[in-house]
């Protein structure tokens, strides 16, 4: 989210199951807290980024999603912060309106791979983020 500022994005709303910290979370962010997760609006056709920062999704709350079905069209990339399990209910159910998908996976391999260019400079260009995610995976 913090990224996201520093980009200047137009609009950027927070929706938690934590009210308070929810709002503390936005009061940071310089951005209005929406309410619960299930308050997030249905798709309008514009185009938007839902971000899963929540442990839903996780063991033991697999079946669990933030957002419902409706709130994913074809104009909205579905980014999930949860690697394991690499499918999520999040992103199938993104997936099935025809959303664009970051998965936990995405996510977890592109950090490391900065880390690792962080720490080896020249050297890390050699391990490619494909290689990374094929080891992570199996």
């Known amino acids: 989210a913090a990224a996201l500022r520093e980009l200047d994005v137009a609009e950027l709303a927070v929706y938690g199951r934590n009210a308070e910290r929810g709002q503390a979370f936005a009061a940071a962010l310089?951005?209005?807290?929406r309410g619960p997760l299930d308050a997030l609006e249905p798709?309008?056709?514009?185009?938007?980024?839902?971000v899963n920062a929540t442990s839903l999704g996780m063991v033991p709350e697999v079946e669990a999603s933030p957002a419902a079905q409706g709130c994913f069209d074809a104009h909205t990339i579905a980014y999930d912060l949860v690697y394991t399990p690499a499918a999520t209910r999040f992103l199938a159910e993104a997936e099935a309106r025809g959303a664009h998908l970051v998965s936990g996976v995405d996510h977890f391999v592109a950090q490391a791979h900065a880390q690792l260019r962080a720490w080896l400079g020249e050297r890390a260009g050699r391990l490619e983020a494909s290689w990374l995610r094929a080891r992570l995976l199996g």
């Not at 310089?30 to 807290?33: E, P």
């Not at 798709?43 to 839902?50: C, D, K, T, V």
Request: glycine share 16%; aromatic share 8%.
């Open 43 to 50: 798709a309008s056709g514009e185009p938007r980024l839902i």
């Open 30 to 33: 310089g951005c209005r807290f």
